[in-house]
């Protein structure tokens, strides 16, 4: 029988001592969006029927390499993960590998698909593919990490990465058929398809950005 909810005792260790960190990391990669992640993977094992306790697990540890370069944060994720002896409470060594496997593959612009179901599903919940959270971590981040660019250099960064990551020729992919993400994905780029309409919601969520600083 598949558990619909992870261990209480790793609930309580991982937000004492694993989501408390990413109040150090940008608006991007927050504690807000490790949420959004957590529950998006939750609900991926009620179809997919992996073991919540790893799917929870591995949802808190997926950023915690923002600590360092954000280039290779799913390297250093994973290997966060697996020297963590404390995960030996609830977890094996065969476990624990599939685990930090899942956290290296997790990062959208990966060259290879995910070696595990777990990868997958942490790769599909990090998606979070509501255009108007899509839009506003992309501002958010551009803002926190380039200061230096003025309101349209801004929108032109913006742009750019809509185009490159989720229009119809981007890098992104989604590795768990009939996913919400799915009729999500496919919003966004109606939107991208439209560039004055694109360029109508920057403007909105980079007021209210902007307005609440």
């Known amino acids: 029988m598949i558990s619909n909810a992870p261990s209480l005792d790793l609930v309580e260790f991982v937000e004492t001592n694993i989501l408390p960190q990413y109040a150090n990391f940008d608006r991007a990669h927050n504690l807000e969006h490790v949420t959004r992640v957590i529950r998006n993977a939750l609900q991926l094992v009620r179809t997919t029927g992996a073991d919540i306790n790893m799917v929870y697990a591995i949802a808190a540890y997926h950023d915690l390499g923002m600590a360092g370069p954000r280039a290779i944060h799913h390297l250093t994720g994973g290997k966060i993960l697996a020297a963590d002896a404390r995960l030996k409470r609830w977890f094996t060594a065969e476990q624990i590998k599939i685990m930090r496997e899942a956290v290296e593959d997790h990062r959208a612009s990966a060259s290879h ?25 992309t501002i958010e981040y551009g803002r926190s990490n380039y200061p230096g660019l003025d309101r349209e250099q801004q929108w032109q960064r913006f742009r750019q990465h809509m185009d490159e990551k989720y229009s119809a020729h981007g890098y992104i992919r989604l590795w768990i058929p009939g996913s919400p993400n799915e009729q999500k994905l496919s919003e966004l780029r109606n939107i991208i398809a439209q560039p004055a309409l694109l360029r109508q919601h920057f403007e909105r969520i980079y007021d209210a950005i902007a307005s609440a600083d």
């Open 113 to 137: 698909a995910p070696r595990s179901l777990y990868g997958r599903i942490i790769a599909e919940a990090d998606r979070d593919i509501v255009p108007e959270v899509v839009f506003r971590r």
